[in-house]
T-cell receptor
Framework: GIQVEQSPPDLILQEGANSTLRCNFS?????LQWFHQNPWGQLINLFY?????KQNGRLSATTVATERYSLLYISSSQTTDSGVYFC????????????WGAGTKLIIKP | NAGVTQTPKFQVLKTGQSMTLQCAQD?????MSWYRQDPGMGLRLIHY???????DQGEVPNGYNVSRSTTEDFPLRLLSAAPSQTSVYFC???????????????FGEGSRLTVL
């Protein structure tokens, strides 16, 4: 089955720094989503982005489907950005099941 | 707009007891699903549904039952609780985007279950 790999596994930054999180996938996908799980456990959908680029405030995401990767950019990090960032994909034969990456744990220090 | 609502938020059970985790969404989503998340781990799919009357198994279905009698509700039943079922459970929903995909996935706040 498809492999979804996220990097780096852990990232510690100072407030105000920029960061890039990567999601590689080993097969074609028909959708890709980025999620943020905050330190209290709440899961928030950040982007639904099977291809192209989207921006939402300080966050933006780019998926290059032909090269099988997606990037999540966080600019001017704030402490509230801390948590775990997951990407998840649906493939053409996964029958609605999202295949999840292991996540990137981000800690923003004040 | 309530979104996805899960109850209860916390529950403690004894081994062998049964219980139902409730999930309701008010977005008219066809797709609903249940995940479990163990400490420090990612999400694992338990069961999902693509519409009323239709359910299917995910990655870890053993010990759990689901039903989907309405579009809005998707309860998860633990038949005979075991300590291995201690976890945080998340319900999620989305639109379907054709025959093979789901749209943007919205999560409930989670239900923390402890089985003694």
């Amino acid at each position: 089955g498809i492999q979804v790999e996220q990097s780096p596994p852990d990232l510690i930054l100072q407030e105000g720094a920029n960061s890039t999180l990567r999601c590689n996938f080993s097969d074609s996908v028909n959708n890709l989503q980025w999620f943020h799980q905050n330190p209290w456990g709440q899961l928030i959908n950040l982007f639904y982005i099977p291809s192209g680029t989207k921006q939402n405030g300080r966050l933006s995401a780019t998926t290059v489907a032909t090269e099988r990767y997606s990037l999540l950019y966080i600019s001017s990090s704030q402490t509230t950005d801390s948590g775990v960032y997951f990407c998840a994909v649906v493939t053409f034969d996964s029958n609605y099941q999202l295949i999840w990456g292991a996540g990137t744990k981000l800690i923003i220090k004040p | 707009n309530a979104g996805v609502t899960q109850t209860p938020k916390f529950q403690v059970l004894k081994t062998g007891q049964s219980m139902t985790l409730q999930c309701a969404q008010d977005m008219n989503h066809e797709y609903m699903s249940w995940y479990r998340q163990d400490p420090g781990m990612g999400l694992r799919l338990i069961h999902y549904s693509v519409g009323a009357g239709i359910t299917d198994q995910g990655e870890v279905p053993n010990g759990y039952n689901v039903s989907r009698s309405t579009t809005e509700d998707f309860p998860l039943r633990l038949l005979s609780a075991a300590p291995s079922q201690t976890s945080v459970y998340f319900c999620a929903s989305s639109y379907r985007t054709g025959s093979l995909g789901t749209g943007e996935l919205f999560f409930g706040e989670g239900s923390r279950l402890t089985v003694l």
